[in-house]
């Protein structure tokens, strides 16, 4: 059988508000990433991962989802997503979506109706309310925080007037957790998966994909390990409870109708038998694995996430998956030191990232260089802000509208000078008109990358040989010959014998400069 497209494939996440705004809102729309599609084919992706775009208030931006079926007014209506898939496929670009089943938003009707109907009733039965503890029931039914900050339970009041039951939010109150051991939760979700399967929707990616399961009883947590970031530890009770697995199986046989199409879930779990389970054969296609991600830019730990993330997926005869960056987490260069430190570091990872074996995801600027913006305060608008009362900044910094032309903002990204976040004038320099025809920019740099990646034979196999290398260095090779060298220490080094293909920074005198990577055959 021959491999799936998927399995080494260039995903790109299109931000959707921050990709192209076309109706002059100042928010990004599916029309402005269908006048941007030229741009995306001469990139050379195979795919886009659209975050949410279902009906919603917005108030995580669309991971808050009211109607699961249809496409949300500010984004263009389901007009403007067929339009989007219409032309993307004319391209050969597959259209991925954000499939949100750990929550809905809390102005869903089920929501409302389960407000409305009160305890013990069917309706409240499709989410996870319970009563307080303490007296008059005034306390949550457990410890659990918000991965946004603050307790994950609110209290409702009810029908009669009198404060009343607690429902849980494992993220924001507008979030209600629903209860996947209601069956009516899954048959809800398997319309919705149908409903865009056969629209023509090549897949999805699915959000919190650990999360749907809670254990019985929900226990407390260990609030000594709580932290107040995506991330969980391995035994949080919230997260990566064994039902999952059943729910993934049931998404699974629905996906089974529909060959084509990929399931690739946000499985924030590190354990690699633990994180192999999601990747099981009759589970989902992909797994995102965050290791390489989070680590530093150091030879040693990268070299030891490449070695894990491969790991868990041969446990169970799997894909790889590889990402540097997405918009929960700060912007490469930002995360690797900065300005041109930064920037030559996230440029040598992208080499890395792109000659490992398997699907790569590449974040939308991640193409121009784009670092993290420094927002002030009245600007933010991630939930997380106000959450954590004003101390976590939360990811806008990473969200920032793309700059397409032009020397000041908004840089083509829309008519409206009032962006939904502001964009910084130095941006001015990292514009992909001002990138398209430099050989020396970021964005030809991508080009290239993943032109070779996708056309040369080198590239070809599912596994990788270590090769021996200097001190806060590493090598491997590929299976078809491709050799990656990455430069992690604080001198030049030799290249290993072999024609060089591409390097991340301009040799010196014939050697690769420190925070460098190349590519050889
Ligand atoms: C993970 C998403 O990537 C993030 O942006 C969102 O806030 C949470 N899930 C909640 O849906």
């Given amino acids: 059988m021959p491999a799936p497209w998927w399995s080494r494939a260039v995903f790109y996440q299109v931000y959707p508000r921050s990709f192209r705004d076309s109706d002059g809102d100042g928010v990004g729309d599916l029309d402005g990433v269908t006048s941007r599609l030229d741009y995306l084919q001469q990139l050379g992706v195979d795919a886009i991962w659209l975050n949410p775009v279902m009906v919603s208030p917005m108030v995580d931006h669309g991971y808050d989802v009211a109607d699961a079926r249809d496409v949300d007014a500010l984004f263009g209506g389901l007009g403007a997503l067929d339009r989007l898939i219409e032309a993307a496929h004319g391209r050969g670009i597959k259209i991925t979506m954000d499939l949100v089943p750990n929550h809905t938003s809390s102005h869903h009707p089920w929501f409302q109706a389960a ?20 007296p008059d029931g005034g306390r949550p039914p457990n410890n659990w925080l918000s991965i946004f ?30 209860n996947w051991d209601n069956p009516e939760v899954f048959e809800d979700l398997e319309k919705t998966l149908r409903f865009w399967l056969d629209r023509g929707v090549d897949g999805f990616r699915i959000d919190v994909a650990h999360g749907m399961a809670k254990p019985p009883g929900l226990p407390d947590m260990r609030l000594a390990k709580a932290e107040m970031v995506l991330a969980n530890m391995d035994d949080d009770p919230r997260f990566n409870n064994d039902g999952v697995h059943e729910i993934h199986r049931q998404i699974r046989r629905v996906f089974d109708d529909y060959a084509h199409a990929v399931a690739i879930g946000e499985v924030w779990v590190y354990d690699n038998e633990q994180f192999s389970r999601y990747v099981r054969p009759d589970e989902l296609h992909l797994g995102f694995n965050f290791r390489l991600l989070r680590t530093r830019f150091d030879a040693g730990g990268i070299r030891e996430a490449i070695e894990n993330s491969m790991a868990a997926a041969d446990l169970v005869d799997a894909t790889a998956t590889w990402t540097l960056s997405n918009h929960d987490v700060d912007r490469t260069p930002t995360r690797y030191g900065g300005g041109h430190l930064g920037l030559s570091r996230a440029l040598a990872m992208t080499l890395v990232m792109l000659a490992l074996p398997g699907a790569v995801f590449v974040y939308n600027g991640e193409e121009l260089g784009l670092p993290n913006v420094d927002l002030p305060d009245e600007a933010l608008r991630d939930p997380i802000w106000e959450r954590s009362g004003r101390t976590l900044r939360g990811r806008d910094a990473c969200r920032v509208p793309m700059p397409w032309e032009g020397d000041a903002p908004p840089f083509g990204f829309s008519a409206n000078p009032q962006t939904w976040l502001p964009i910084p004038p130095e941006w001015a320099a990292l514009t992909a008109e001002k990138q398209r025809d430099d050989p020396d920019s970021t964005l030809s740099f991508y080009r290239r990358a993943i032109d070779m990646r996708r056309s040369r034979p080198q590239f070809g196999g599912r596994s990788v040989q270590w090769l021996a290398s200097p001190d806060d260095c590493l090598a491997f090779r590929r299976d078809g010959g491709l050799k990656c060298v990455l430069n992690a220490s604080r001198v030049a080094i030799p290249l290993p014998d072999g024609e060089l293909l591409l390097a991340s920074a301009p040799l010196v005198d014939g050697d690769l400069p420190p925070d460098a990577a190349a590519w050889l055959v």
Avoid: C, K, M, N
């Fill in 115 to 134: 407000l409305r109907a009160g305890p013990g009733s069917d309706e409240r039965d499709r989410y996870i309310f319970r009563d307080g503890t303490g």
């Fill in 149 to 178: 900050g603050g307790p994950a339970w609110t209290r409702v009041v009810e029908p009669d007037g009198e404060p009343g039951q607690w429902y849980l939010h494992l993220f924001d109150a507008e979030q209600p957790d629903l």
